[in-house]
């Protein structure tokens, strides 16, 4: 049995999908939380001077999704076949796609700007994702969004949603696959446990 | 054998990488090719087709009719199909992660591309990628390099002693840059035996020396 580290900041971030990996599969792993002061030092010791990064064994990982895609198939959490663990990672990079657009307001220092791009944000950003996600659950049965148990997919839109719910809790009220597949999750062993006690971060 | 179909503009952009994967595997496939129109710079026959698409972009790969989007998704997925991702779990692992970084400097390089109003701004953006972007990504492929030949493997490829994915994303990452920036491997020699070593691959070389001229 590998023993796995994930390293990153103490946040949930790029580093959060990964925990969430380990939680939904039930394995153990050190989560090293890494504080901004002792970042500098750790640096030069990462692949690519970045995080997350995964320690297998004295392996090291660098790329958070690369990291995640990793850990669900070691796991079974990538689909059954090839062309499941292709449509998890499709959904996993959706969700990356609505983060650029996430990342753009959290971004831009000029405050009229941001004000433009947050109702870009709240009229087309995320009713667009919404939707794309809530229609890809109800083509898969209305339970999962690949495959027939929770994979990835279903971790990485929850991961993904997570800061958007935070800035606005009503934001999935007409999405009822979405919200239940939420509390779907949050119901599971262990992961449940995770998101019921972890801590609150901005990001 | 299942029946391919790769529905993308008539641009390398985020089609390529696919593209040369089938090259690379010698595996056919209908190359789908929407036109655009240079002087407005828009498609009409995406005009029809978005609405079909399951996320409303492209590019799109159909395997025997079932869809799947997502460019890395797509490439990562074909890299698995055709044995060019690596033996292990732990081997798939480290070509995707230089097939993300390059993604991420896709994203750096594409900044400079989308700036088409402010001139300064534009300029400014191609000075940072010459002095922070492509010293960092150079850094890190060229450090896997010199690991790899520590641990034996002086083949020259990324992963594994042969051809995968990474080599292919690496390649194609660096070719519009190189269209803006010529000299940016110029002292750089292991990176720039890479290019010639894909430029010269059997499955390869006739693909890329003929593969149409496009802007991106």
Redesign the interface.
Known sequence: MPTYKLSYFDLRGRGELARLVFKAAQRDFEDDRVQREDWPTLKASTPFGQMPVLDVDGKKLAQSNTISRFLAREFNLAGKDSFEQAQCDQYLELVEDMFKEFAKAFFEKDEEKKKEINKNLSEVVFPKFLGLFEKALEANGGSFLVGNSLSLADLGVYNGFDTPLQQNPKMMDSYPKLKALRSRIEGMPTIGDYLKNRKVSDI | MSVYKLIYFDLRGRGEIPRLLFQAAGVKYEDKRLKLDISTGTCTEWKTLKSRM??NALPVLE?DG?Q???S???A??LA??FGLIGTT??Q???V??IA??MDDLRAEVAKWIYETEDQKKKDEIALHLRTEIYP?FIR?LETILEENKENGNASGYFVGGDLTLADLSVYETFTFPLGIHPDILNNHPDLQEHRERIEGHTLLADYIKNRPERPV
């Open positions: 399951p996320q395997v079932k799947l989007s997502q890395l998704t797509i990562r997925y698995k199909e779990n732990w798939q692992a480290q995707e992660q993300d970084t960092k890190i």
